[in-house]
């Protein structure tokens, strides 16, 4: 039973590697993809096998197509491949395209120089170990060495019951033979698999928690350091009530590089009084900053005003 299963998983791997290298021979080439955004029908570690798509002929609008995506396109601002469909033609003569799973298309256009080839066939698999070697998955990796590896040694160590035939028995020594360098070679090349990585390719919805959106937004307004004061003055601040009738502050008060504060008591302020201090320094120059930012900001709208005069 071991035995079987073991030729029935090493003929499994030995066929998925033929397919990844065959077309290889015919002018194909393929790429190991890397993003999960397209999951469950694509995942990370499949390879897409694509032709060259000569410049003469027309882009494929409505198929999946290899193209580089350079690095102003990119969120994290690095140059990829990508594996996206060709959705419209622009009249500029560029291409509008879009992963499946995305509900926009794909903000810059492409270009007929930056496609490398048209995708045709799908392999599910058989790049995983690469992608592991890659990403730093040791873990998985190191688990399907052993699988295999177990699967190796089951064959080479079997030995045939007299029912099945003597233990010199030619043809056994061949199948034996075959599954073992077949199984060898099937570790080194789907682990050093010299396929580019990609990312996207063909379904409908995304379950990638990890995908990333490069939002264009202008950075938020804070008071920093000066939160805290409710009056912040540079040269001085005067209080002209009657032993500070009718005045009440919520908060501190300070005044840099200025010293002045006049006509307070301690009725007055619930905060501190602060003369140039290196708190009242801060707040100034936090306060400043702000005045600066909402300054160069573009007006959107008009808010009215919170009263109408009589």
């Known amino acids: 039973m071991l035995v079987t299963l073991a030729r029935v998983y090493l003929m499994f791997l030995i066929s998925l590697t033929a397919l990844a290298l065959v077309p290889a021979l015919f002018g194909g080439h393929g790429s190991i993809v890397q993003s999960g955004s397209m999951k469950p029908a694509i995942s990370p570690g499949d390879v897409v096998l694509s032709t060259s798509l000569p410049q003469g002929s027309p882009v494929p609008v409505g198929r999946v197509v290899q193209f580089h995506s350079p690095s102003e396109a990119e969120p994290d601002g690095v140059a990829k491949l990508r594996l996206h469909r060709v ?35 799908l392999i599910p698999f058989v790049g995983l170990p690469g992608y592991w070697m890659a990403t730093g998955h040791f873990a998985p990796l190191v688990l399907w060495v052993l699988l295999t590896l177990t699967a190796l040694a089951v064959l080479i160590f079997d030995r045939p019951t007299p029912a099945a035939g003597p233990p010199d028995d030619p043809q056994t020594h061949t199948r034996r033979r075959f599954f073992v360098l077949g199984g060898v ?11 580019p990585r990609a990312t996207a390719a063909f379904t409908s919805r995304t379950s990638n928690v990890a995908s990333t959106w490069k939002v264009a937004s202008q950075a938020s307004l804070s008071i920093g350091r000066a939160t805290g004061y409710a009056l912040l003055a540079s040269s001085g601040i005067t209080n002209n009530g009657f032993f500070g009738g009718g005045t009440y502050i919520s908060g501190s008060i300070g005044t840099s ?24 320094r801060n707040a100034q120059t936090d306060a400043l900053a702000l005045y600066s930012a909402a300054g160069i900001r573009t007006t959107t709208a008009t808010r009215p005003p919170p009263w109408s005069a009589p």
Not at 185 to 195: E, R
Request: aromatic share 6%; no cysteine.
């Open 257 to 280: 590089p200025g010293t002045t504060i006049t006509g307070f008591y301690n009725w007055n302020v619930s905060g501190s009084a602060d003369r140039n201090t290196t708190a009242a």
């Open 87 to 121: 959705i419209a033609v622009n009249q500029d003569g560029t291409y509008k395209t879009a992963g499946d799973a995305n509900a926009d298309a794909d903000s810059d256009p492409l270009t007929r120089a930056q496609i490398t080839g048209e995708a045709r066939l």
């Open 185 to 195: 070679t099937a570790i080194t090349t789907l682990v050093m698999i010299p396929h």
